[in-house]
């Protein structure tokens, strides 16, 4: 597909978005691009496709603001947000294959300058892995920034000291228990980062991701904006008011503080896709399924990824939301294309999720579901839950947990819907036969394999 297809496709898709997204369907409710920023009050809006043959289209809608606004173009920077986390999991991935740090080793080992502790002020175990997949247990908290005359260190940030307006970063849930998105998490990553390095972390990132992903507008550094600020997004609060001075000024810079635009945003995503399939030179296979292998249990969370795993759809990457500024960046790694899309304000989501749903339907690829026929038998969703399936007179019977047989009804994409509860189902192949029944309950994904 050349440039050209990229171009014509999307001014199409960007003249029909709709409006009513929840069912993933399109609507007869639709709206151009342009309507939707007016209609939520979106100033700016960066987009970019891209094709794991190397083929990018990008470009830019609305206005930068502030005094001096400009038109939004492909090199337009925006603050990335917490897609900052992906990038910043991508370059710690990189020191685990080179052997600086190990996943499943004590943070104690790495962490020189700081050391985190519980609240009664006793050092708990936690591992390299639990920082990146939210599972440490950290304090539950969003960094809005600050002022550029009053930025704390990254110090201050963990002991939330000085002009810092967050708490301490402290182990507050048992480790490894469960999941907790908290930018603390990649706070605590930061700092073990340049304790492991000794090297300043905007620093690390360029020479580990950014140059070598040849993510050529983006950068780490406070500065970054300052230095370009003809080319940068300013932020808007809801409703359209501009954030004083342009933007915030985030010291959390491997939770929130990437400045980036679309395409440098899929040119990673496009990579870690590569790496997943044995085909990066920047990291190993091993790794890179990691980062979107859910690291509890049913969740949707991997190493600094968001995971999208449902029948006909299936993405992963990451999504951002800082004071004044929304955005997210997936990659469908079935059909091998990436979408990115930033806004400079607080009122982007819904649009985002028109664009979203766009590519949904444009790129993802229907899950390969079991013949019906061979699918008879016991699965164990754990050692006391046994789940039976019978196929009779053509009919999927369902029964589980010592509950009632039930007939199940086939919907589409593979699916099987339980008569009267919210239970998705459906059959995978593992080992050249369907050995593995996939359980979706509010949200929630479970697996139970052949008995």
Not at 85 to 98: C, I, P, S, T
Not at 140 to 155: E, F, H, I, N, Q
Not at 375 to 383: A, T
Request: proline letters at 6%.
């Amino acid at each position: 597909m050349d440039d050209g297809d990229f171009s014509q496709d999307w001014v199409r898709l960007l003249g029909h978005l709709d409006r009513q997204v929840s069912s993933g369907l399109l609507s007869p409710d639709t709206a151009t691009l342009p309507d939707l920023m007016s209609s939520y009050q979106v100033p700016g809006v960066g987009i970019a496709v891209g094709h794991l043959g190397g083929q990018v289209w990008a470009a830019g809608y609305g206005v930068t603001g502030g005094e001096t606004s400009t038109p939004v173009t492909e090199r337009t920077t925006f603050a990335a947000c917490s897609i900052s986390k992906h990038v910043a999991a991508f370059g710690a991935l990189r020191l685990v294959q080179d052997g600086v740090l190990d996943l499943d080793t004590d943070i104690r080992e790495y962490l020189t300058s700081w050391q985190l502790l519980d609240r009664a002020g006793r050092q708990p175990t936690v591992t390299v892995r639990q920082l990146l997949a939210h599972t440490a247990g950290l304090s539950d908290t969003w960094y809005r920034g600050y002022p550029a005359d009053r930025v704390p260190s990254l110090s201050q940030v963990l002991d939330g000291s000085g002009p810092t307006t967050t708490a301490p970063v402290r182990a507050t849930l048992l480790p490894g228990s469960r999941f907790r998105y908290s930018g603390s998490h990649y706070c605590v990553l930061q700092q073990l980062l340049v304790d492991a390095t000794g090297t300043p972390f905007e620093e690390l990132m360029r020479a580990s991701v950014l140059d070598p992903v040849a993510m050529v507008d983006s950068s780490f550094d406070e500065r970054f904006p300052h230095q370009r600020s003809h080319l940068v997004a300013r932020g808007h609060h809801l409703g359209g008011t501009a954030i004083p001075g342009g933007w915030r000024t985030q010291p959390e810079l491997a939770a929130a503080g990437l400045w980036s635009t679309p395409t440098d945003l899929l040119r990673l995503d496009l990579e870690i896709a590569r790496a997943a399939s044995g085909h990066s030179e920047l990291l190993g296979r091993d790794l890179a399924t990691e980062m979107w292998t859910p690291q509890i249990p049913g969740g949707s969370y991997g190493l600094g990824t968001e995971i999208g795993d449902r029948a006909g759809c299936r993405r992963f990457g990451h999504t951002g939301l800082n004071v004044g500024y929304t955005c997210f960046s997936y990659v469908w790694p079935d059909s091998g294309f990436a979408v990115a899309a930033m806004t400079n304000s607080e009122d982007g989501w819904e649009l985002l999720a028109s664009l979203r749903a766009a590519a949904d339907r444009r790129y993802a690829t229907r899950v390969t579901t079991a013949p019906l026929g061979d699918v008879s038998g016991r699965y164990v969703l754990r050692d006391d839950y046994p789940i039976d399936i019978a196929v009779t007179d053509g009919h999927l019977t369902f029964s589980a947990g010592g509950q009632q047989p039930v007939v199940l009804r086939a919907d589409q994409d593979g699916r099987y819907l339980h008569p009267g509860l919210d239970l998705e189902i459906r059959f995978l192949p593992a080992n050249g036969r369907p050995d593995i029944v996939e359980l979706r309950q509010e949200g929630v994904t479970q697996t139970a394999r052949r008995s």
